[in-house]
């Protein structure tokens, strides 16, 4: 079992930053594909980024390519996810995820855990 946790969502000005972390407890993080997903009121949830066990791979939604960036310190069992030049269209729960088998799609919401999510709102 693995437990996720998010963090560092919060109240931002449109065009200012946030760095979300997704911090695991219980088994090892670094064999773990990751993910992080957002839904906004009334939308259904969708893929914002993925990074593979070993962080050589990363994977966007085009939306936010250029303006969000995913890493990972499996020596901290945690996944970031830096967000810049934000919008208010970015309101929304942030999610971390993780699976044990890399997925055939990367932008696949079929994962094995979630963590509760994190809030972020930006306003205008």
């Known amino acids: 079992q693995v437990q996720l946790v998010e963090s560092g969502g919060g109240l931002v000005q449109a065009g200012g930053s946030l760095r979300l972390s997704c911090a695991a407890s219980?088994?090892?993080?670094?064999?773990?594909?990751t993910g992080w997903f957002r839904q906004a009121p009334g939308r259904e949830r969708e893929f914002v980024a993925a990074i593979s066990s070993t962080g050589i791979s990363t994977y966007y939604a085009d939306s936010k390519k250029g303006r969000f960036t995913i890493s990972r310190d499996n020596a901290k069992n945690t996944v970031y996810l830096q967000m810049n030049s934000l919008k208010p269209d970015d309101t929304a729960v942030y999610y971390c995820a993780a699976r044990e088998v890399v997925p055939r799609t990367p932008m696949t919401d079929d994962y094995d855990y979630w963590g509760q999510g994190t809030q972020v709102t930006v306003s205008s």
């Open positions: 219980g088994r090892t993080f670094r064999g773990y594909f």
